[in-house]
């Protein structure tokens, strides 16, 4: 939600200084033409002989001809912007346009003859110097000067409605941007509470099978499990968290595991200094973990050997390697007793909708058999460091 005060919202008073005027810029494009004229007359001037024709003192007679639209500018934008076709239909918009060209055409000329008349060059002929800004006007008219008028409002009339379709599509782009950014949160906001039922299911699973037999056990297994909930509500907060805190959270489902399997569980993690400080999604790696344990090594008698590694590739755009193997019964003869958990289960297909979501095509999983027996799971994504001590997010 947008914050909202007696302003308005941030996005509405955006909008409202884009569509300022902006004055300084008005009065340098409309000193373009008039500069182009006083040029072309001092040019002409003096290729015919018609004597000396001085730019600094000529000047304000050409440029005041064109400065007061200015002025007029903003009122065509203004007209621009009500008269839609939408709204009022072509024909509407057609003539609503044609009375504004007359009427601002017109008073185009009344500023410039009320200028002529008052604030004339001091070199001028008398003859030069209207004696009216009637007589201006029906001059004008005489001279066809409203073709010009006319041509004036349909250029600003013209970068007017450019002015409006460029911001049209920029503010339909933000919006899109905005919702596609709250589809993608709200995605992963239903990605991260989908781990969380399923994580305490198995585990109050395990824990009621030691109340009866080991009450104590029972009760430091529910203690590592409370742990494990306060973590994950901390880490909702955040989305992405550092390696070293996600492995301290696998550590604590590890211990959670260890309870249960006690010497039949041997665990080892390899994960190198420069990689502990990479971010990663919260509780990525803890369902991938319980699911190599339940799916890999709870189905053989003996137990088995599970590792976790992790280090940053030295490519050139460093990225970050997660890899979680284990020596269990292998995808083949999990499969054949039906564990296809493994392959397609919550864990996995959670982990692999995460990254797609926050890294796109920018980060693989690839599940496949361990060489020496079985499961070998392995991560890449970009190695990006947290938020430093200035504020900038830093990436390799």
Partial sequence: MQERDGRGTMQERKEAKEQRTPWLLLVLMWLVPGSMQLVQEATYSRARGLGQFDLLTDAPAYLMTWLPWVLLTPLVASL??????????????????????????????????????????????????????????????WSFQPQGELLAYGVVLAASLAGEERRRVAASHSRALRLEARLAEAKLTALQGQLRPHFLFNALNSCLVLVQENPAAAERMLRRISELLRRSLESDERGVVPLHEELDVVELYLGIERTRFADRLRTHVDVTGEALEAEVPAWLLQPLVENAIRHGLAPRREGGQLWIRGRRTDSVEQRLLLIVEDDGVGLEVGASAGRTVQTGGVGLENARARLEAIYGANATLELGPRTGGGTRLEIELPASIPVDAGGQATHA
């Fill in 80 to 141: 621009s912007r009500r008269l839609r076709p939408a709204r009022i239909g072509w024909p509407r918009v057609l003539l609503g346009h044609a009375l504004a060209a007359c009427a601002l055409g017109t008073l185009h000329l009344v500023m410039v003859g009320w200028l002529r008349v008052h604030f004339p060059p001091e070199h001028w002929p008398a003859d030069w110097v209207p004696a009216s800004v009637v007589l201006w006007l029906r001059q004008s008219f």
